[in-house]
């Protein structure tokens, strides 16, 4: 899992939601160290158990009242899956 992490963080050519503002994990980073959000990687378990399929990128979206990881995934039929997760709570709130 860690290396797919890593592996979504590397890939410059990733696919980004269009409709929000959004930016890197590295970016992320000083929020999880401040404690406004869970790291992507403290909630990959549920996200895993929710969505089949190799993460091929992850992005931390919205803003201090509503952010939002959205984790986008290659599902084993080649089809892309988009998980949106609460980055407060650690909640799975959507798969699309």
Known sequence: MAAALMLGL???AAVRPAN???????EARPLV????VVSLLSVLGPVRRAVKGEMI???LCGGPDNYRYV???LGPDGR???ATINAKTGEVVGVK
């Not at 160290?33 to 406004?36: D, H, R």
């Open 10 to 12: 590397a890939s410059g």
């Open 20 to 26: 929000a503002a959004c930016i890197s994990l590295s």
């Open 33 to 36: 160290q401040a404690g406004t």
């Open 57 to 59: 990128d992850g992005d």
């Open 71 to 73: 984790v986008t995934f």
């Open 80 to 82: 892309v899956i988009r």
